[in-house]
């Protein structure tokens, strides 16, 4: 195997190595592959472009420091936030390859700061704006559609580029490096079939804004086994583009397994949307840890998204110290059209191409500790409510300490604000409790509102004191059957009567 070791293309630690590190892989390619050898030492450097048939081996001891010079990342086809556009080239980027690794337990590092205070900036109302940006703001001049939301870099242009980005690639291997500090998400990939990523550690600060971790985006056949996450945002996302952009390229994320993978803090353990444009389906989820994440296993999407996540398995799950456990959410208020108020309207809409279908999600095997504002949320649309969710083999027990604020389970249209209660369900169809244990602080251990055949068996609640607080509390709930619940029969109350 041929080893192209950069030092002997010029690479001395502690300079930039950029063309040293470039000519080392563009040598790899020019004589067939083999692999680009990184050495311990630093080595700052600006972006890299990985070919095909190589192996990156970024050795124990070996960091590559990223330069946080803006200009001098070029302008490249990429997604952002959901839509192909043209952007900042992320800092590792691979267009079209295949047979690809990177490997090593040595460290990439973003050097993001700098593009996050460009960030905050923007954030409040300031402006922003260089030769590069109006180079990718003339290279997207036709693409107008993302003007009319929330996202605050659009009208900038100053699109922050992902740490490392495989885009239209196949035969992707990512293995024990760790990967931090990114100027937007950590580790982003588009389009591709056959990845897999072991042993990887995903490091971001709590204040990095869009700090994902990994986001796998229209990908299919991918592995995600033995990482850790500690990021400031969402762990393990699952995206497929975004409205009529996604649609229009109708590629989804399907066939990923997510296991024995740590996560300790982030928005989100294992998230899939909110961006499902081109559907997401057949995703299994197993031997994890969440600790301190705001929410465990996380759906959202909204009326512009479309499509569908359906076919999620979750299974053998600990958590501790997070928010809302389990949150799948059809009213997911962000990144909607400012100027449409019919998308965050209560009342039920036509169903179109946007309308998004969740179904068929099935959860077991969970215990859920210390948990904060609810002990699970669900919300679907007046229009289409989340279908054939099942958990089976269930703890969800709240933190009885009083001190500890709540917050929203997950941000719906009209904003929910919870502290220690139980679970919610609204706008929801098929809906199956299985030995389910509920500890609240507070209420009931179930609220359903506007739900259709709900089947509930072995309903276990802990009462925190000795009020005849009903263990499951009702309205505008048809086919509700409840069995083997001897306490649940008799503290089922319908809304506004009481027995």
């Keep these: 195997m041929s080893i192209y070791n950069i030092k002997e293309f010029g690479a001395v630690s502690g300079k930039d190595a950029t063309d040293a590190i470039q000519g080392a892989i563009d040598s790899c390619e020019q004589h067939g592959g083999g692999t680009v050898y990184i050495p311990a030492g630093t080595y700052e450097t600006g972006p890299i472009e990985l070919k095909s048939n190589m192996t990156l081996h970024i050795e124990n001891g070996a960091r590559l420091s990223f330069t946080d010079d803006f200009e001098r990342y070029p ?3 990429t997604r952002w936030s959901g839509y192909v556009c043209q952007g900042f080239m992320p800092l590792i980027y691979a267009n079209q390859v295949t047979n690809v690794s990177i490997k090593g337990e040595g460290v990439i590092d973003g050097n993001g700061r700098a593009w996050w205070e460009i960030n905050s900036r923007l ?10 940006t109006k180079e990718i703001a003339e290279a997207n001049t036709d693409f107008t559609e993302p003007a009319d939301t929330n996202l605050v870099e659009w009208p900038s242009q100053f699109l922050r580029p992902p740490l490392l980005q ?5 035969h992707i291997k990512i293995s024990d490096v760790t990967v931090c ?3 937007f998400w950590n580790t982003h990939l588009v389009f591709c079939n056959n990845v897999s990523v072991q042993q990887v550690h995903f490091q971001n600060p709590s204040d990095t804004p869009n700090g994902d971790g990994l986001d796998i985006d229209s990908c299919q056949n991918v592995r995600i086994t033995d990482c850790h ?3 400031g945002d969402d762990c393990v996302v699952l995206k497929s583009g975004i409205n009529e952009d996604g649609r229009k390229y109708n590629v989804p994320t399907k066939n990923v397994t997510v296991t024995n993978c740590t996560m300790h803090h982030g928005h989100g353990g294992v998230v899939l949307g909110s961006e499902n444009s081109g559907g997401i389906e057949n995703v299994t989820v197993s031997n994890c840890v969440f600790d301190g994440t705001d929410r465990g296993i996380r759906i959202k999407t909204n009326r512009e998204r479309g499509s569908y996540i359906r076919n999620l398995l979750v299974q053998n799950i600990m958590m501790d110290d997070v928010l809302c456990p389990i949150a799948i959410n059809s009213f997911y208020r962000h990144g909607v059209s400012k100027s ?3 998308l965050l309207d209560a009342a039920p809409v036509e169903f179109s191409e946007k309308t998004p279908v969740v179904e068929h999600i099935k959860l077991s095997n969970i215990i859920a500790k210390n948990c904060r504002a609810a002990a699970a949320f669900i919300y679907g649309l007046p229009e289409m409510p989340v279908k054939h969710v099942s958990l089976e083999h269930v703890t969800l027990e709240m933190t009885m300490d009083e001190s500890i604020p709540g917050g929203e389970p997950d941000m719906v249209r009209e904003g929910i604000d919870m502290a220690g209660e139980g679970m919610f369900a609204k706008y929801v169809e098929n809906l199956s409790l299985h030995h389910v244990k509920v500890q609240p602080r507070t209420g009931p251990g179930l609220r359903l509102s506007h739900a259709n055949h709900v089947d509930i068996e072995a309903l276990s609640y802990v009462q925190r004191d000795e ?3 009903p263990v499951i509390l009702y309205e505008e709930t048809s086919e509700l059957n409840v069995k083997d619940t001897a306490e649940a029969q008799n503290f089922i109350q319908k809304v506004g009567v009481t027995k």
């Excluded at 409040?124 to 030769?131: A, D, L």
């Design 166 to 170: 495989f885009f239209r690639s196949e």
């Design 123 to 132: 954030r409040k109302g300031e402006s922003y704006q260089s030769p590069r």
């Design 340 to 342: 449409n108020p019919e």
């Design 229 to 231: 996450f500690d990021v």
């Design 75 to 77: 302008v490249v086809e």
């Design 181 to 183: 500090n990114s100027p």
């Design 467 to 469: 009020q005849e607080t």
